[in-house]
């Protein structure tokens, strides 16, 4: 496929599908360019997805959900599902059957912290990060299914947590706040 860059007038060349993105970029999620990421195709994206495929009791999106988590964690608190707003929310059970889109989703988030100019998350923040993960799932659990039946997850939710329900322009504005907070302190460390 052979397309020209919507800024640059470059013709690229790209194997695979691509997506128009909300600011109106074409993006190929198989094969990124950190060129082509902004934080606001993600923010809008993530604020339209709905967490648990839908399942949960009322609307609850990535975004809200990735805000929680960089409260625990920070900017890659907040990136952790990044990936998403190009390749989809994908529940955990049903992504770990999958190891091409788990390695895809992978590579994207590279690109993403190269594209945003944010370093690669160091293995203990990774960790940390994938705690603060399982523990805000547990809490949404609490407060978004009414009936329970036991996960595999087994960390003790947050007993300090709002689960909001934002409707997606709130979680997008949200995504976007907590990101130029976490940029600006970010700034101020180097």
């Known amino acids: 496929m052979v397309s020209v860059g919507r800024d640059t007038g470059v013709v690229r060349r790209h194997a695979g599908a691509w997506l128009q993105t909300y600011t109106g970029r074409q993006f190929w999620p198989l094969e990124p360019d950190a060129g082509d990421v902004v934080i606001e195709d993600i923010a809008h994206a993530l604020s339209m997805l709905c967490r648990f495929s839908g399942h949960c009791s009322r609307f609850y999106s990535v975004a809200e959900h990735s805000v929680l988590v960089a409260s625990r964690t920070g900017v890659h608190g907040l990136l952790h599902d990044a990936a998403e707003a190009y390749l989809l929310d994908i529940v955990s ?33 990774v960790q940390d990060v994938k705690d603060a993960d399982h523990r805000t799932l547990m ?52």
Not at 100 to 106: F, G, N, R, S
Not at 144 to 156: R, S
């Open 93 to 125: 059970p049903l992504k770990h059957l999958m190891p091409w889109y788990e390695e895809a989703e992978k590579n994207l988030l590279r690109v993403i912290y190269k594209g945003l100019d944010v370093r690669e998350p160091k293995p203990h923040e």
């Open 139 to 190: 809490t949404e659990r609490a407060v978004l299914f009414d009936k329970l039946i036991p996960w595999e997850v087994d960390e003790p939710p947050y007993t300090n947590m709002s689960i909001r329900c934002l409707i997606p322009s709130d979680a997008e504005q949200l995504f976007i706040d907590t990101w130029e907070e976490l940029r600006a302190r970010l700034s101020k460390d180097t």
